[in-house]
């Protein structure tokens, strides 16, 4: 069984990933096979696209939203992913333990006793009226049970009902306040009663792979997923790591060498790439993880010869780059260049600022 080591792993993720080369594909197309991207910052993705794809518009990515084509739901770790239609119909069951999970944990003192499935069923019937703000569903299901917390009774219908957060939410330079609709009702398709296990492990390891069972169970918020993983056994690759755990991979996934090039990419916050494994040291040491999160999640980020190097922000048009150690004169000029392109994309026709600070 041959041993992977943190560089090679690091590597194979990038391709997948498609941050060694950007891919010629369009956005849905790239959205799909990256299982969802997390979308809690609403202009996340399109930020994360942009350093994936080699021709990327803004516009593409707003029209599909518009047009009902992609959607931004509560999925994967119950957090907001953008996702196809298809793959809202088809992750939804496979992601409902964790949104159960944090109605049993975070909410379990505000929600004793209470009819969850009541709440579930009057908030979808509000919705079906008129689209509401999480304030305006929180308020009329308080009206219904007044001793209740708003925001907790909101929750409840946000995990036990699929809500789209609806345009203008996420149009890019529109944007607006969080509006819920039914994804039944907004795209005319209910979630699958059921989910393919086996099918969802495979899409994984090919935008995550190689990764262990304790990987993908970080990825999804599920756990006991190794019996899929025995039943795939005989049609996967299987390596180890350096400290001798077990991996997974599809046979001819990509799987570049250590010495292979990776180019300077600027992250957005929230990147699947970076919350996808239990172990994340492939591209980013726990020193970094530590800088990098967040109490609600993490920073943008800085990839330097593919590795967390440092944590970026726009501010009014400017670009600020906060690098964890002293760049090279060859890494700074790499950063520069990407850094310009990144203006280009986030303040067009306007005069910007970079600063590194180190």
């Known amino acids: 069984m041959r041993t992977l080591g943190r560089r090679e792993l690091g590597r194979a993720l990038l391709a997948r990933q498609m ?3 950007r891919a010629s594909t369009t956005p849905e197309a790239a959205v799909s096979h990256l299982v969802g991207m997390q979308a809690q910052s609403p202009y996340a993705p399109y930020y994360g696209l942009w350093c994936r794809l080699q021709t990327f518009d803004p516009a593409a990515l707003s029209a599909a939203l518009t047009a009902r084509r992609l959607l931004r739901v509560a999925l994967i770790r119950s957090t907001i992913h953008l996702v196809t239609v298809a793959d809202y119909a088809a992750l939804r069951p496979w992601s409902q333990p964790a949104l159960d999970r944090e109605l049993n944990t975070a909410f379990k003192t505000p929600l004793a006793d209470l009819d969850l499935a009541a709440v579930a069923a ?7 009226t008129r689209h509401l703000t999480p304030k305006e569903l929180g308020t009329a299901l308080h009206d219904h049970w007044p001793d209740r917390d708003p925001h907790a009774l909101t929750t409840v219908v946000r995990n036990l009902v699929p809500l789209v957060q609806v345009p203008p ?11 819920y609709a039914t994804a039944a009702d907004w795209t005319g398709v209910e979630p699958a ?4 296990a086996e099918r969802i492990v495979l899409r994984y390891l090919a935008a995550f792979g190689p990764a262990s069972i304790n990987d993908c169970q970080t990825w999804s918020g599920r756990t006991r997923l190794r019996p899929v993983f025995e039943s795939l056994r005989p049609s996967l690759a299987v390596f180890r790591d350096e400290h001798g755990v077990e991996l997974f991979d599809l046979p001819d996934a990509p799987r570049p060498g250590a010495d292979v090039p990776a180019p300077v990419r600027f992250l957005p916050e929230f990147d699947n790439l970076l919350a996808s494994h239990a172990d994340r040291t492939r591209v980013m040491s726990e020193e970094a993880r530590k800088r990098v999160a967040t109490r609600n999640g993490m920073y943008a980020t800085l990839l330097v010869d593919g590795e967390v190097t440092g944590v970026w922000q726009l501010r009014e048009g400017n670009l600020v780059i906060d ?3 002293n760049l090279t004169a060859a890494e ?6 990407e850094a310009a392109r990144l203006l ?4 067009p026709g306007t005069n910007h600022d970079l600063r590194i600070r180190r």
């Open 19 to 21: 941050l060694l080369e």
């Open 122 to 128: 009057f908030g979808r019937d509000l919705l079906a």
């Open 169 to 179: 939410r996420a149009i890019w330079g529109v944007g607006g306040t969080t509006r």
């Open 193 to 196: 009663g059921t989910f393919d």
């Open 323 to 325: 690098p964890f150690r």
């Open 332 to 337: 700074r000029a790499e950063v520069d260049a």
């Open 344 to 347: 280009t994309l986030a303040a």
